[in-house]
């Protein structure tokens, strides 16, 4: 596609239940970042993918979260035993491998948990 | 300390007048500072980008970046209503560990 696609773009969860957001990065780009951003505030960074190195992860809130990146391409952020703070919009960006690029953002998946 | 800091404002200016944001990041390994632009609602997109010491223009837009004061800002001239908006600051390392890291954002309001 053109640009970063996230699916769902609106998620309403029951409290305990397990989501999964995907993102799709634009073609070529082999860096992949995931953000939270709750209501009013900045993008609290999550993990980021690039190539075939390990990914970063050192900004998952807990270990409820987790991530993948299959063949460089999708990606797919799993929340386990969903909990009201985890209500959020979860924002995907990537970007080329070289450092001077810009992210380019989808348009996010609007997480509800109730 | 956060990696990089913004104030959050709001920073209010009035129509026509110079809107000017400033950001500080913590890791002197940091390689590339991008400016972000953010609707209310919407996904950030970028305004400019900047890697060297100096003053980089791009039409009503400068972004100036210290790298011994770990400082990096954006003048915005002859602000206009549709420039209000929450402006993100964003600090790239290189490499394998170049995750973006952004500020917190600044709101700015240009008042007609």
């Known amino acids: 596609g053109a640009g970063v696609s996230q699916s769902p773009s609106n998620k309403v969860t029951e409290k305990g239940k397990d989501v999964e957001l995907r993102c799709d990065p634009i073609?070529?780009?082999?860096?992949l970042y995931w953000y939270r951003q709750s209501l009013g505030q900045g993008l609290e960074f999550l993990i980021y993918?690039?190539?075939?190195?390990?990914?970063?992860k050192s900004g998952l809130p807990s270990d409820r979260f987790s991530a993948e990146r299959t063949g460089g391409s999708v990606s797919t952020l799993t929340i386990q035993r969903t909990q009201q703070e985890d209500s959020a919009v979860y924002l995907c960006?990537?970007?080329?491998?070289?450092?001077?690029?810009?992210?380019?953002f989808g348009q996010g998946t609007r997480l509800t948990v109730v | 300390q956060k990696e990089v800091e913004q104030n959050s404002g709001p920073l209010s200016v009035p129509e026509g007048a110079i809107a000017s944001l400033n950001c500080t990041y913590s890791?002197?390994?940091?390689?590339?500072f991008f400016w972000y632009r953010q609707y209310s609602g919407k996904s950030p997109e970028l305004i400019m980008f900047?890697?060297?010491?100096g003053d980089k223009e791009d039409g009503r837009f400068t972004a100036q970046l210290n790298k011994a004061s770990q400082y990096v800002s954006l003048l915005i001239r002859d602000s206009q209503p549709s420039d209000s908006a929450t402006y993100l600051c964003?600090?790239?390392?290189?490499?394998?560990?170049?995750?973006?890291?952004f500020g917190q954002g600044t709101t700015l309001q240009v008042k007609p």
């Open positions: 960006a990537s970007s080329l491998w070289r450092v001077n690029t810009e992210a380019f």
């Open positions: 073609s070529g780009h082999t860096a």
């Open positions: 993918f690039q190539g075939n190195s390990a990914p970063d």
């Open positions: 890791d002197r390994g940091s390689q590339s």
């Open positions: 900047i890697y060297s010491n």
């Open positions: 964003a600090v790239k390392r290189s490499g394998n560990t170049g995750k973006l890291i």
